[in-house]
Each structure stands twice: as structure tokens, then as C-alpha cells.
């Protein structure tokens, strides 16, 4: 089993910044792929970034190239998704995704909410 525990959600202006944490326990490693998802209201669930093994091996949806920044501190069992210069359309609940031995595992969720 593999429990995922988000935070650093938060209301923020457009133009600003947050740091969202994923802090990971049970049967999880440093090789582990973890990612962001996002689901905006009304919207289906997508895809915002993703990490596997060190920082150096990351992937970004096009909507968020440039401005969000994924990285892990292994000794933590932590990801972080450092997200910079925020839009009105990145208002969503993020939820980070764990993929261990085939399986899936979610987190319940942190609401990021950026007013204009």
C-alpha cells in the first residue's frame, strides 16, 4: 500500500506563487513515478506534470512548460510541484499520483484557487 498526502494549497492572485507538496509513505521508492494531476470544475482530470527517479527526469504538459517545476527530496519521500507566474485557469484541485509495482494510488486532493 502507498498512502499520498498533498498540501500547500491555497488562494493566490494571478501573477503569484505556490509550492504544493506530495509526501509519500508505505511501499513507495526513489525510482517510483509520481505525478500531478489537476481537475478544474466541470472538467475532466489532467495530467500537469510528472517525475521519475531524480529531478532530471520530468515531464510537462504543454499548459504549464515553463512555469511549474516538479522535484522530489528522496529522503523525505516528498514531491514538490513549485508553480510560478499562476493563471485563473490553473484554479483546480491537484491531486499527486503514485505508480508502484503496476499499481495506482491517489491523494485526496489540495485546492488551488487563483483569482484574477
Known amino acids: 500500500q502507498v498512502q499520498l498526502v498533498e498540501s500547500g494549497g491555497g488562494l493566490v492572485q494571478a501573477g503569484g506563487s505556490l509550492r504544493l507538496s506530495c509526501a509519500a509513505s508505505g511501499r513507495i521508492r526513489s525510482t517510483s513515478i509520481i505525478s500531478w494531476f489537476r481537475q478544474a470544475p466541470g472538467k475532466e482530470r489532467e495530467f500537469v506534470a510528472t517525475?521519475?527517479?531524480?529531478?532530471?527526469?520530468?515531464y510537462y504538459a504543454d499548459s504549464v512548460k515553463g512555469r511549474f517545476t516538479i522535484s522530489r527530496d528522496a529522503a523525505k519521500n516528498t514531491v514538490y510541484l513549485q508553480m510560478n507566474s499562476l493563471k485563473p485557469e490553473d484554479t483546480a484541485v491537484y491531486y499527486c499520483?503514485?505508480?508502484?509495482?503496476?499499481?495506482?494510488?491517489w491523494g485526496q486532493g489540495t485546492q488551488v484557487t487563483v483569482s484574477s
Open positions: 517525475i521519475r527517479g531524480s529531478s532530471r527526469n520530468t
Open positions: 499520483k503514485a505508480t508502484v509495482d503496476g499499481h495506482m494510488y
